[in-house]
Every structure is written in C-alpha cells, then in structure tokens.
C-alpha cells in the first residue's frame, strides 16, 4: 500500500526514503572504511553524513558529505540536474537519446580522447548547420572503466530534439569514428 494512503505527509515519506537510502550507504561504507585506503575521511564523512537531524520549528537541518558514493547526496545531487534542465526537457517537441561512443583507451590517452572527440562533435553540428539542420539538445560526456583491460570508455549521451537531427548526428559522427 502507498505510504500516502497509511496517513503519512510528504514530509515524512521523504525522510523515510533519505532513511532507506542511508541504510544502504551505511552497509556499503562500512566495509570501505575497514579497507583503510587513502579515502578513509571520504568514507567517514560519508558515515556523518545526516546522520544527525535537528528541527527548528518547521525547518529541518543536517550535513551532508557531497560525495559521489552517498546515495543520499546523489539523489539530491541527480534532483538539481533533473530541475535544472528540466526547462530545456519541456521546450523540446520530439527528443531523441543518442549515444555517440569511440574506441576504448588507456589511462594516459583519456584526456586527449575526451578533448578530441569534444572538438569533432562541434564539428558535427557546424556541418549539420551548413546544411541547414539546427542541433537542440543537451549534451554529457560519460567515462566507464573496464578492470579486465585497464581500459577506458569516454562516451556522450545526448539527448536531441528532432528524428532528422538525431540521424544527421549520429552519421556525421560515425564517419569521423567508424
């Protein structure tokens, strides 16, 4: 049964899932800070982290670590971005994802790649705007590492307003990285 029909507020629904979430994080770094790496005062603070809630009248306050592998500061962290592009989401009419990938690289060749493929994707849109198709979208570049290689793979995720403009992207790009 959804918490709303028990007679929970909003308020308290979302301090139940912050709880959830902190559950979860708490497990996980646990076990991190027994690895006494040099991020062990990352892991504490993650540990703190609202850990304490105190209440001044109706306002609610706590700290929070901001790091990357706090569950609580990620879904505040991922709530900003989605507000903030927000706006950009609802001016589109037909928006399309794409992924624009290259070749895995090494460590040492990470930087150039990303700053590379950066450079060809403005290429892309000057050549889609000589040919008169206007590029509307948001644009992120993504990093996955694979242990079994040691290697690294730099991608963007796009996401485009438009069927043809997603086409013209994705051949324009695939001709530069086939």
């Known amino acids: 049964k959804p918490l709303q029909d028990k007679g929970f507020t909003e308020k308290q629904i979302s301090f139940q899932r912050r709880a959830k979430q902190k559950f979860l994080t708490d497990k996980i770094i646990y076990q991190m800070v027994d690895l006494e790496s040099p991020l062990n005062k990352a892991y504490w603070r993650t540990w703190h982290c609202t ?3 105190t209440q001044d009248g109706q306002k609610f306050n706590t700290r929070y670590c901001n790091q990357r592998f706090c569950l609580v500061c990620n879904r505040i962290r991922t709530a900003k971005l989605i507000n903030g592009y927000s706006g950009e989401f609802d001016n589109m009419t037909n928006p399309y ?6 070749r895995n690289v090494k460590g040492r060749y990470l930087r150039s790649t990303i700053e590379s493929m950066q450079k060809d994707f403005v290429r892309c849109k000057d050549v889609m705007k000589k040919r008169g198709t206007k590029l509307i979208g948001l644009r992120k570049v993504e ?4 242990e079994d290689t040691g290697e690294y793979h730099p991608h963007f995720h796009c ?4 069927c043809l403009p997603s086409f013209s992207l994705v051949a324009n790009w695939i001709k530069r990285h086939p």
């Not at 994802?97 to 290259?102: D, Q």
């Not at 990093?143 to 694979?146: A, E, R, S």
């Not at 996401?159 to 438009?162: F, H, K, P, R, T």
């Open 97 to 102: 994802m794409v992924t624009l990938t290259v």
């Open 159 to 162: 996401i485009i307003d438009g």
């Open 51 to 53: 850990r304490i809630v």
């Open 143 to 146: 990093v996955t590492y694979n």
